[in-house]
């Protein structure tokens, strides 16, 4: 079945840069169609939508962030990384990976990361 | 950049019907999927592609988008079904959007 997990640090301060993994099973970013994207969600607040990758190294970055974000996937491993740069405390939010085939069908349980001096 | 408006929470009686509304410029022309996400969970996936049903979602969630609004209908709600909801397209200047999010509270 497919499961996606993330993984990363708890607390971060600010400036720091933020690295995160998806480490996923029971599909293969090799195939065409599929793609891991990620989400993130402060406290409280909607989802907001970060960045894709597909099975064609493609990348797309939200708009409002792509100059803080860069996405990369290790085939190999079954793994994509998320970076943001420049963290802030208004970055602090319950970052999730996903699998997406159009719609986002299979999600991690989310990794809360809190930014604070 | 595109935006999804929902209203922010909506109240049904167990057995009722619950309408969530999604709202954006010209959404017709999109296709919307929804999510439910219960406290402290993941979002989970309930409808695709405007009244696509994913396996082991209940046939008591269904989806339209037509006359300028999309919208997700819970049939026969129940206690369980008590969560937030968000909307979702992909927008070719904003890419993925999700709306402002919905809390069902079963009355």
């Known amino acids: 079945q497919v499961t996606l997990r993330e993984s990363g640090p708890a607390l971060m301060k600010p400036t720091q840069t933020l690295t995160l993994t998806c480490s996923f099973s029971?599909?293969?970013?090799?195939?065409?169609?599929?793609?891991v994207t990620w989400v993130r969600q402060p406290p409280g607040k909607a989802l907001e939508w970060l960045a894709l990758?597909?099975?064609?190294?493609?990348?797309y970055y939200s708009s409002s962030l792509k100059t803080r974000l860069t996405i990369s996937k290790d085939t190999s491993k079954n793994e994509v990384v998320l970076t943001m740069t420049n963290m802030d405390p208004v970055d602090t939010a319950t970052y999730y990976c996903?699998?997406?085939?159009?719609?986002?069908?299979?999600w991690g349980q989310g990794t809360l990361v809190t930014v604070s001096s | 950049s595109y935006v999804l408006t929902q209203p922010p929470s909506v109240s049904v009686a167990p057995g009722q019907t619950a309408r969530i509304t999604c709202g954006g410029n010209?959404?017709?022309?999109?296709?919307v999927n929804w999510y439910q996400q219960k406290p402290g969970q993941a979002p989970v996936l309930v409808v695709y592609?405007?009244?696509g049903r994913p396996s082991g979602i209940p046939d008591r969630f269904s989806g339209s988008n037509s006359g300028g609004t999309a919208t997700l209908t819970i049939s026969r709600v129940e206690a369980g079904d008590e969560a937030d909801y968000y909307c979702?397209?992909?927008?070719?200047?904003?890419?993925?959007?999700f709306g402002t999010g919905t809390q069902v509270t079963v009355l």
């Open positions: 996903a699998r997406a085939i159009g719609e986002f069908d299979f």
């Open positions: 029971g599909f293969s970013l090799n195939t065409s169609g599929m793609c």
């Open positions: 990758i597909d099975w064609a190294d493609e990348k």
């Open positions: 010209n959404i017709g022309s999109y296709t």
């Open positions: 592609d405007d009244s």
């Open positions: 979702q397209v992909w927008d070719t200047t904003s890419d993925y959007v």
